[in-house]
């Protein structure tokens, strides 16, 4: 430790060069900062004013736009970490190699700024252990859903230790980290699963409050589904937008492995999605619901399923079969869009549905603008990731 | 060490499930059996004059929590819009103009206090309660905002302070449980100059509904609405019009915590089962990788040992053929040879034909044999 740095002459130097550095990067990066900006500003407005400062949520509507986007989509996008994970470790898909890290690595992040989420939706953030630690209400859905939360952002952060580790330069420790990584793959698995059907079973205690053609009693099992498959579209998108703008952090194996990797998935995300729609279709019929389809939220019900279910499997048929690669991205893209369509579903628009308009919630600009100030700082948190330690790329030391 | 890893997460789900297992088995009793003594209050909407005397009584009493209202109780021009509780106030009367009278109908907003609470079941820090004595009550020690308890509750009851910064709290009537347990009435029932509201143990409420219906048949209709709602509430209500005019929605008589009562058990579940089922496969997946590497090791050794075993029947076949080229190529040799000799004697013999004649032509034939 040099103590000079604390001297105030250097103290001087070293704020010049942060405002240097903050203009430049301010010029050069023009959107972000102003994301950043006013971000943070509503971040002060949040914890000088409360809740009701930035959002419209009211006693009728106590989850909004933060609980549907942050957390429900949030969680359900990030399924695809332990599902590439236990794809590669437990069941030997060799090709996944390269992207296991990739998928870790957002998972984890998603997973972090899901809790960083938390501090602005919960109203004393101060308290969040006190369910863990002092006083679980394990009757909860939602205790089931902040154990999973905890528990697999240590499991994810313990995935990652190898890539640190190496970065570090810590040869011993990567070893050993290295060593648990099945046992970490499948730990991962059964609290994703346990996680992503808990925060299914959240709105079933609900069940008069949620319009009969989003309600189920299957929701764990079809949050669950369909979390697989989003979190496996998301692998496919992230390597879009990776190959777009990461490609500097890559190594050849990875790019060489990307198209193999979309069409895995796609494989994949083809399966699931016709037993996911094969489920949901059951249960209209089994729950007799048709009555409800020519209402207008039938028809929106079926702008779900068919717009952003059916078109995609339809789509994924073609691509996976005749080996589109071009196709399957795109089916990927409407998959997630979908799924996040139904979380804005069951969360919000057929929330309430009882409701006369007047009293039902619509998001204010704020809220959706602090989540994408936090999707903003997940983006540049993953990028300093990729461009600092062995994501996207092996490293030099332990090629091979 | 891995193992230890998997008994650990293993035992925080189940330790969790344990801790709670008397609550969880409690919920497969019927609901009115549980607490046979608990207290009740009926909302008599035929008696109610929407005078908000309760709510007066009601912030007179929690005057420590409930601000002043903004409009005074005596002013009844509130009524002509439908309010809702809020973190200022634990009740409200709501006005109903029901089509085919001519009055309007009265009824007092507030927690029903339900026998199985969804609020109780919903929130993940315990501080809800169901007490013997009939009040769901709230620990504002414990509460960390998530308002899960406003989501689950199906009355819409639960109100949040959401512009609260340090200590943002829920809000919702108590029964008045401090003083009920003190042997007092609940604010609102001592102040209700019409004897609108009862308040009393709840089979007796029952019973008490039951006959002002059949004394008064034409007052109201057949239904007492919390009797079987979402599995029963300690508040029961009798009103002289349908209580869906009254903004009172249709629920059904199984209790709301019974629908996700088994997530935990099947958390466990999971938990117990997936690591053996994706370790299994795992396993497979290992031994089959093991196979294939045994058996292309083996596959390799085959076609090494075959590629020598060709190559030295290569080689013998070559040296054959070497050697029978060798002798082809003498024999042709020889042939040329003696075709060349052939040759010579036949000119030699051309040229000796003209002089010689026949009998030297068959000689030179037997010296070429």
Redo the contacts between chains.
């Keep these: 430790m040099n103590f000079k740095l604390l001297s105030a002459d250097t103290l001087k130097a070293y704020v010049k060069d942060y405002k240097v550095t903050l203009k430049a990067y301010v010029k050069d990066h023009k959107v972000i900062s102003a994301i950043l900006f006013v971000g943070l500003g509503l971040t002060m407005l949040r ?7 930035v ?1 419209n ?4 509507t ?2 909004g736009f933060w609980m549907s986007f942050d957390l429900l989509c949030g969680v359900a996008l990030s399924a695809g970490g332990c599902a590439v994970a ?1 794809a590669y ?4 898909i060799r090709h996944f190699g390269p992207q296991v890290r990739a998928a870790l690595a957002t998972a984890f992040l998603g997973y972090f700024f899901e809790v960083v989420a938390l501090q602005y ?5 101060w ?2 252990v ?2 863990l630690f ?11 859903v ?2 999973c939360v905890f ?1 697999y952002l240590i499991v994810l952060f313990i995935e990652l230790l190898p890539a640190l580790f190496e970065y570090l330069g810590m040869r011993t420790r990567r070893t050993a980290a290295v060593h ?1 990584s ?3 793959a ?2 991962g ?3 994703a ?2 996680h992503q ?2 925060l299914g ?9 949620v319009h009969p053609l989003w309600y189920s ?1 299957f929701m ?1 099992v079809l949050f669950l589904i369909s979390s697989i498959f989003a979190g496996l579209c998301m692998v496919i998108i992230e390597g879009i937008l990776a190959h777009k703008y990461l490609k500097k952090y890559m190594d050849e194996q990875h790019i060489k492995n990307a198209d193999k990797v979309v069409l895995s998935c796609g494989n994949a995300v083809f399966l699931l999605m016709i037993s996911y729609l094969f489920i949901r279709i059951v249960n209209l019929i089994a729950d007799d619901n048709i009555q409800y389809l020519t209402t207008g939220y039938g028809m929106w019900f079926l702008v779900e399923i068919i717009g952003f279910v059916a078109l995609p499997v339809f789509l994924l048929f073609i691509g996976t079969r005749e080996k589109r690669i071009r196709l399957v991205k795109i089916s990927a893209i409407i998959t997630v869009l979908g799924v996040m369509l139904n979380r804005f579903n069951v969360s919000i628009i057929a929330f309430n549905y ?1 409701l006369p308009p007047d009293e039902r919630y619509s998001p204010s600009w704020m809220e959706i603008f602090i989540s994408v100030f936090l999707v903003t700082l997940l983006l540049l948190a993953y990028r300093l990731m990729c461009a600092k330690m062995p994501i996207l790329k092996e490293h030099d030391d332990y090629t091979g | ?2 193992r230890r ?2 008994l650990s ?1 293993l035992s ?2 189940g330790l ?2 344990l ?2 297992a008397g ?2 088995q409690a919920a497969s009793t019927p609901p009115s059996d549980k607490y046979p003594d608990a207290f009740g209050v009926l909302h008599d909407s035929a008696r109610c004059i929407g005078c908000r005397k309760c709510e007066a009584g009601c912030r007179a009493r929690h005057a420590d929590l409930l601000p002043e209202p903004d409009k005074p109780f005596d002013d009844l021009s509130v009524l002509e819009k439908k309010r ?4 200022r106030c634990y009740t409200v009367v709501n006005k109903y103009t029901v089509k085919g009278r001519e009055t309007p109908v009265f009824r007092k907003i507030q927690c029903n206090h339900c026998l199985e609470p ?1 609020c109780v ?7 809800l309660t169901k007490t013997e004595q009939g009040p769901v009550v709230y620990n504002p020690g ?7 308890c ?3 509750c ?1 009355f ?1 009851i ?8 340090l ?3 829920v809000y919702k009537c108590d029964m008045c449980a401090p003083f009920i347990a003190k042997g007092e009435l609940p604010a609102c029932v001592e102040s209700c100059p019409k004897e609108a509201l009862n308040f009393g143990k709840r089979n007796d409420l029952l019973r008490l509904a039951r006959e002002r219906m059949r004394t008064h048949p034409a007052r109201y209709v057949p239904h007492i609405y919390g009797e079987k709602e ?1 599995g029963g509430t300690s508040w029961l209500y009798i009103a002289p019009t349908a209580h869906t005019a009254l903004g009172q ?1 249709e ?2 008589a199984s209790p ?2 019974q ?3 088994g ?2 058990e ?2 466990c579940m ?2 117990g089962i ?2 053996v089922l ?2 299994g ?2 396993l497979v ?2 031994r089959r ?1 093991e196979i294939a590497a045994s058996e292309r090791e083996a596959a390799v050794k085959e076609a090494v040992d075959n590629a020598a075993a060709e190559t030295a029947a290569k080689l013998k076949t070559a040296a054959e053929e070497a050697a029978k080229d060798k002798e082809t190529a003498i024999a042709r040799e020889v042939k040329k040879a003696r075709e060349e000799t052939l040759g010579e004697i036949q000119a030699q013999t051309a040229a000796a034909g003209d002089s010689g004649g026949n009998a030297s032509e068959a000689k030179t034939e037997e010296d070429a044999r």
């Excluded at chain 1, 949520?57 to 009728?60: F, G, I, R, Y």
């Excluded at chain 1, 009757?139 to 089931?144: E, P």
């Excluded at chain 2, 079941?121 to 501080?127: E, G, L, T």
Aim: proline fraction near 8%.
């Design positions: 914890f000088t004013l409360g809740i009701a400062g959002s949520l009211d006693d009728n106590p989850w236990a470790h437990v069941f030997g939706e919960v109203g004393q953030p308290r969040l006190y369910p002092w006083s679980p209400g394990t009757r909860s859905a939602l205790f089931l902040g154990l528990l648990w099945v046992h970490l499948v730990a698995a059964v609290i699963i346990i059907s808990a079973s959240l709105y079933l205690i609900a069940q008069p409050k009693d764990p009882n | 060490m891995h890893i998997f997460l925080v789900a969790a499930a801790l709670d609550d969880g809702r509780t809020d973190y969804a079941s919903a929130c993940f820090v315990k501080a414990l509460c960390v905002g998530c308002r899960y406003m989501v689950a199906p819409y639960p109100a949040y302070d959401y512009g609260g910064v200590n943002p709290l979402a929605q629920l059904g709301l915590p629908r996700s009562a997530i935990m099947a958390a999971t938990a997936a690591p994706l370790g496969a795992y997946r290992r990788d």
